[in-house]
């Protein structure tokens, strides 16, 4: 394994900061401390990473995030958060996105050249160890919805497979035996979790379809399109996320079919629009505003230690919001697991 700055700092006994400065000649750091770190560094025969050297430097107030994407409703509340979130500690954010690929990620992480003393990453296509291996530096990072390992490494993540399963489980209890099931993007993390998480709920006695969609209001359009050309429609489509689903409940209404007399329609991240949506969708919620101050405050706490690393996880609840998509409303107001109020909904 390579070396990392944060080898450098503990053979040679100063912070990252005082490593920094000698690598990029940024500040004056005494003879005693400058001379120690030159040996660390001949000793371990460490090679800064371009990277690494892009952010690394002085301080700079300004903590990156890379996102997936920065546009729809989810990223657009959860940049809402962040936001919120730096700008209490006195920060300002960065923000780019990778659009789930590798090559893009790459150019998001040069994209933060010396302006970022710390990252908040969503990566659901990579995990934290290959992350890692990109950024080869111990620059603070706190990871979001991402597959994570080691098992210390901080991050704020919730229960994708839970949260599924707990749609799954309302279906079947709704006595639906033939459902359509509309899948994230292939590969991502947070798209297989819900899928093996569904999966889990359903038994031997009912029939699942599997669809390949990518989150998008357009793949659940277009797929809800294809199952109603189906010689057997199934009587619940279950989406993974609430943009799918607005796709899907979109064609099916454009096509005369009562949502959910005859197809019951069910989402996952709990946006605004499912709240407002007609009929109102039955969706798993997620508190995005407390998704996103966890992971600022870990990072903040991360960036006063000079180095020190505190590894920490957190779990953010989820609960299952039943509306009238998968249940009149009368039937709905009844038995959500819930309460809540126009007000409440897209809050942090």
Known sequence: MNSTIHDVARIANVSISTVSRVLNDSAPVSDPKRTRVLDAISTLNFTPNPIAQCLIGHPTGTIGAILPHISGEFFADLLSGLDA?????HYTLMVTASRRVESDFMVALKAMHKR????????????????RSLISTDIPVVFLNTETSPKDTPSVNFDNSGGMK????????????????ISGPKGAYDALQRWRGFNESIPNHVTVSYY?????????????????TSSARPSAIAASNDLSALGAMRALLEHGVRIPDDIAVTGFDGTASAYFSTPSLTTVNIPIGHLSANAVNILIKRLSKCGI???????????????????????CTQTSSSQETPAMIGQS
């Not at 970022?116 to 992350?131: A, K």
């Not at 799954?168 to 035996?177: C, D, F, N, T």
């Open 85 to 89: 979130a730096v700008k209490h500690h």
């Open 116 to 131: 970022v003393d710390g990252l908040i990453v969503m990566s659901p296509e990579l995990t934290s160890d290959h992350v």
């Open 166 to 181: 707990m749609i799954g489980e309302h279906l079947v209890e709704l006595g639906h035996s033939r459902i359509a099931y």
């Open 212 to 228: 390949q969609g990518d989150f998008t209001f357009k793949s659940g359009y277009d797929i809800a399109s294809q199952i109603l």
């Open 309 to 331: 690393h505190e590894s920490t996880q957190v779990n953010t609840p989820i609960d299952l919001i039943i509306r009238e998509s998968t249940q009149s409303f009368h039937s």
